[in-house]
């Protein structure tokens, strides 16, 4: 098999992945053309196109080090995500989270995963990824954002036309051409001779929960073996089930346990005119539409998820949890 054959087929068997996950979990049927790959220059690079794109960086850990960035092209780069969140959503959401980051993520990760044993496979020895990270950037912006990157001058571009509920848009992957070649070169355990050894991109340290593998449609990509990942084959009834909307908000839900969220505590509101806010001095004291005596209100992403009681904890404030909603409905709700 040709260099190429192998760097092609690597790329397929991820973007089959990723297209069965994705497909599963959003709740939308994804599809794709088949890949084409080129070598690019940075400049070229950032020349394809000036629009936005969700950004997905995955380090690879092994057999050498380096890494790939996912781009998906918006608005379906975040309604991906948006779907994972609140299965059903027909449009993206207004703002690109921390949430919608972490499940698109988690959804690639997963991907990466899923096809690391394929991906071995082709090349000859393992291949490991890490922790990816997701940001919302042009290709030349985020490249060029990328430590790991700098004084990169040629990159391995390989891109697919895809399609979801009928919209056309565009799945870039992009390597480091250095990093590409001794990813295949015979007996790769370093970079091939004269290129310097990509750097390694640093994984974050939060430990992710893995979601539960989709069966692939094709026999000849199997998934990943390690015990947590085992999936069992599906009959065609219990294929259906998996799809039924509570199976699939479960999944969606345990997806989301580990990303880190922002809890804000509301003491109270006020209403002032403008000459009252204009004649505001230090030492003035504004009241609020809350009493000292009532719970004041705990909300997760604008979302009001509880109340309590302000207490102290030390020197800094806290707040004792009095009244919560259920926690599915928390989760849900923000």
């Known amino acids: 098999m040709s260099e190429s054959k192998k760097i092609t087929d690597f790329i397929s068997v991820f973007l089959d992945r990723f297209r069965v996950s994705a497909s599963?979990?959003?709740?939308?049927?994804?599809?794709?053309?088949?890949?084409?790959?080129?070598?690019?220059?940075?400049?070229?690079?950032?020349?394809?196109?000036?629009?936005?794109?969700?950004?997905?960086?995955v380090p690879a850990t092994a057999p050498v080090p380096g890494l790939s960035v996912l781009f998906i092209q918006l608005p379906q780069g975040a309604l991906i995500p948006e779907r994972i969140i609140n299965p059903g959503a027909s449009v993206p959401p207004g703002e690109?989270?921390?949430?919608?980051?972490?499940?698109?993520?988690?959804?690639?990760?997963q991907a990466w995963s899923a096809s690391a044993e394929s991906a071995s496979g082709l090349l000859g020895k393992p291949f490991k990824?890490?922790?990816?990270?997701?940001?919302?950037?042009?290709?030349?912006?985020?490249?060029?954002?990328?430590p790991a990157l700098t004084g990169i001058s040629r990159y391995f571009s390989a891109s697919v036309s895809?399609?979801?509920d009928g919209a056309e848009f565009f799945i870039r992957l992009v390597f480091p051409e250095q990093f590409i070649d001794a990813l295949f070169a015979d007996g790769a355990s370093a970079p091939a001779a004269g290129r310097a050894a990509a750097k390694p991109l640093a994984a974050t340290p939060a430990a992710k929960k893995k979601i539960q593998a989709f069966e692939p449609p094709a026999a000849n990509v199997p998934a990943k073996t390690d015990a947590s990942r085992i999936v069992k084959k599906k009959t065609p009834?219990?294929?259906?089930?998996?799809?039924?909307?509570?199976?699939?908000?479960?999944?969606?839900?345990?997806?989301?346990?580990d990303i880190p969220v922002t809890v804000t505590v509301e003491l109270g509101r006020a209403r002032v005119t403008g000459g009252k806010l204009l004649d505001i001095t230090p030492g003035s004291v504004v009241g609020l539409d809350s009493s000292n005596r009532k719970p004041v209100?705990?909300?997760?992403?604008?979302?009001?998820?509880?109340?309590?009681?302000i207490v102290a904890v030390g020197e800094k404030l806290g707040v004792r949890i009095v009244q919560l909603v259920d926690p599915k409905k928390r989760l849900e709700e923000f």
């Open 129 to 146: 990824t890490g922790t990816p990270a997701a940001a919302l950037n042009t290709i030349g912006g985020h490249l060029r954002s990328l």
């Open 162 to 164: 895809a399609s979801m």
């Open 297 to 309: 209100k705990i909300f997760v992403n604008e979302k009001n998820v509880a109340m309590g009681e």
């Open 96 to 109: 690109f989270s921390d949430i919608h980051k972490g499940a698109v993520s988690e959804l690639v990760e």
């Open 237 to 257: 009834a219990a294929a259906q089930k998996a799809k039924a909307p509570a199976n699939k908000t479960e999944r969606n839900l345990e997806l989301l346990l």
């Open 24 to 57: 599963g979990i959003a709740g939308c049927e994804l599809t794709y053309s088949k890949p084409s790959a080129e070598r690019l220059d940075a400049a070229e690079v950032a020349a394809l196109d000036s629009g936005r794109y969700v950004a997905v960086t």
